[in-house]
């Protein structure tokens, strides 16, 4: 059984930086890419980032230059590195793995962006 459980999130200004974990339970980890995805109120959630097995990253064009994605295979951990944060990066943050062929979520983590 896969189980996901984000953390991190908070009230941040403008400009500001935050830094969500997200930690994975099982032996398949280390299998598997990783993303982050957002949504915001009323809104549909979004992709955000990935990483590969291999560490290959990718990003939605919304964030790239502002966030990275990165993992640490030996704590079964996946971040989420945020920095010049603006308003529009307010949303609730969800980690994602797909394992032969379902989709795994964790309960998401709110960032707040305030001006």
């Known amino acids: 059984q896969v189980q996901l459980v984000e953390s991190g999130g908070g009230l941040v200004q403008a400009g500001g930086s935050l830094r969500l974990s997200c930690l994975a339970s099982?032996?398949?980890?280390?299998?598997?890419?990783m993303a982050w995805y957002r949504q915001a109120p009323g809104k549909e959630r979004e992709w955000v980032a990935k990483?590969?097995?291999?560490?290959?990253?990718n990003y939605a064009n919304s964030v790239t230059g502002r966030f990275t994605i990165s993992r640490d295979n030996t704590k079964k951990m996946v971040y989420l590195q945020m920095n010049s944060l603006k308003l529009e990066d307010t949303a609730a943050y969800y980690c994602?793995?797909?394992?032969?062929?379902?989709?795994?979520w964790g309960q998401g983590t709110q960032v707040t962006v305030s001006s």
């Open positions: 099982g032996s398949i980890f280390s299998a598997n890419p």
């Open positions: 994602n793995m797909i394992h032969l062929g379902t989709a795994y």
């Open positions: 990483i590969s097995t291999n560490s290959r990253t």
